[in-house]
């Protein structure tokens, strides 16, 4: 995977379901000169015919062809001339199967958004309830945000910056 060169800062923020991502990108898209880039592999993910779940799909959902994890990198790929920055917020465990290739990957700088599980894995289970998703622990995506951390820390050599969802909300000037 090879980024093109524009003299564009690509950010990712890496998370877990509900760590009050969503919140955090919605703030950054307020900002001037910046390519917000929401989930870009959750179709992937979920619908695509590479999926690595059936635990959201519905008997009326349909698997969609184009959503592959090539045309998602190809969204990140491409140069975004309108601006100087891109934002992409994901979920770690979307992307589970090729961490290494994000993780080495020298034109993104990696960002990290964690939430007490107490907080997280209590609002994902009442969602996922409502929606009538799988609620299994292994789709909380703690783990694979954990995993994904260590992995872009060997790589880089550089601990990335951890954000977390209480100390923003408790203080989001700093």
């Avoid at 090539?70 to 001339?81: G, N, P, Q, T």
């Avoid at 299994?136 to 995993?147: A, F, I, T, Y």
Wanted: charged share 25%; with cysteine.
């Amino acid at each position: 995977m090879e980024f093109e060169s524009v003299n564009q800062y690509r950010v990712v923020l890496w998370t877990a379901p509900r760590c009050l991502s969503s919140v955090f990108e919605r703030s950054v898209r307020e900002l001037k000169d910046v390519k917000v880039i929401y989930e870009p592999h959750q179709q992937a993910y979920f619908y695509g015919p590479e999926r690595n779940t059936d635990g959201n799909l519905r008997a009326t959902d349909d698997i969609n062809p184009s959503a592959t994890y090539k045309a998602a990198d190809e969204e990140l790929l491409k140069s975004h001339m309108d601006c100087r920055f891109v934002f992409i917020k994901n979920h770690a465990y979307f992307v589970e199967r090729d961490y290494e290739r994000y993780a080495t990957e020298p034109s993104l700088k990696h960002t990290f958004l964690i939430r007490h599980p107490a907080k997280s894995i209590v609002s994902l289970v009442k969602i996922r309830k409502k929606l009538s998703f799988d609620i299994s622990p292994s789709v909380n995506g703690m783990q694979q945000l954990h995993d994904l951390f260590q992995i872009v820390s060997k790589h880089t050599g550089i601990v990335p910056v951890v954000i977390d969802a209480d100390d923003l909300v408790r203080n989001p000037k700093n």
